[in-house]
Nanobody
Framework: QVQLVESGGGLVQAGGSLRLSCVAV????????MAWFRQAPGKEREYVAA????????DYADTVKGRFAISRDNAKNTVFLQMNSLKPEDTAVYYC??????????????????WGQGTQVTVSS
């Protein structure tokens, strides 16, 4: 069983930056591919970015490509999401997710094994 705890959300002006963190408590962190998703009010949860177990492969949604960067530190059981050039449409609750299968965290949201509780990101215009 893996417990995921996100942090780093907050209020930022458009054009600003935030860095989200997700710490995995228990489990073997390096065994899991990790991803970030987000959900805005009244909308479905959507994929943001993913990283494989080693950090050697990353993937991004088109809406954040070139602005966000996902990374991980297996020694610290932590995955990060660096968010730059933030826009009001980036406002959402951001969730960390983990699964043993990289393909699942990228494309099969209904099969993802573990989710965090979410952290709010609000971007003002």
């Amino acid at each position: 069983q893996v417990q995921l705890v996100e942090s780093g959300g907050g209020l930022v002006q458009a054009g600003g930056s935030l860095r989200l963190s997700c710490v995995a408590v228990r489990g073997t962190f390096s065994s899991y591919a990790m991803a970030w998703f987000r959900q805005a009010p009244g909308k479905e949860r959507e994929y943001v970015a993913a990283i494989d177990w080693s950090g050697g492969a990353t993937d991004y949604a088109d809406t954040v490509k070139g602005r966000f960067a996902i990374s991980r530190d297996n020694a610290k059981n932590t995955v990060f999401l660096q968010m730059n050039s933030l826009k009001p449409e980036d406002t959402a609750v951001y969730y960390c997710a983990a699964d043993t299968n990289y393909r699942v965290v990228r494309a099969l949201i209904g099969r993802i094994m573990y989710w965090g509780q979410g952290t709010q990101v609000t971007v003002s215009s």
